[in-house]
């Protein structure tokens, strides 16, 4: 789980530009993009499609999670996927806050939540899949 993390880190932060001065803080902040999916609106198709599945790549993170907590019901292992994966990605994009070659966006984390909850619910599939052959 902690090398998954470090290449999602990674990948989100590279080419770690950061901002020289504090004073350009408050420019950064301003060009966070609050309007989810606005930057694949008007991008090239296949632009968008490897972002969108670069950020999907978070949906391993959520089944790592839901493998971690088998005592814990199906439901509450997918809320703390969701939850997980929200946190790292408002953690990531505030990171990218004091980068100059990126901009952060709430796409980024909505699209890390769902991954990693998706990650969870597949988690629970292969989990009834394996259990029905044994």
């Not at 301003?30 to 989810?36: D, K, R």
């Not at 959520?62 to 439901?75: C, E, K, M, N």
């Not at 699209?111 to 909850?117: M, T």
């Given at each position: ?6 290449i ?12 020289r ?21 008007g ?35 997918q ?37 990693a ?18």
């Amino acid at each position: 789980m902690i090398l998954i993390l470090c290449i999602i880190a990674y990948v989100e932060l590279s080419p770690f530009d950061w901002i020289r001065s504090a004073d350009q803080i408050p420019f950064r902040v301003a060009m966070i993009e609050w309007l989810p999916f606005s930057s694949y609106y008007g991008a090239e198709p296949q632009a968008a499609l490897f972002d969108l599945a670069k950020n999907c790549f978070c949906w391993a993170l959520g089944f790592l999670i839901a493998a971690g907590t088998r005592d814990v019901s199906p439901r509450k292992r997918q809320r703390l996927a969701a939850m997980v994966g929200l946190l790292v990605g408002l953690v990531l994009e505030g990171g990218q806050i004091a980068l100059q070659s990126r901009n952060p966006s709430l796409t980024d984390v909505l699209l890390f939540g769902g991954a990693a909850w998706a990650g969870a619910v597949v988690f629970e599939r292969y989990r009834r899949i394996r259990d029905v052959r044994v």
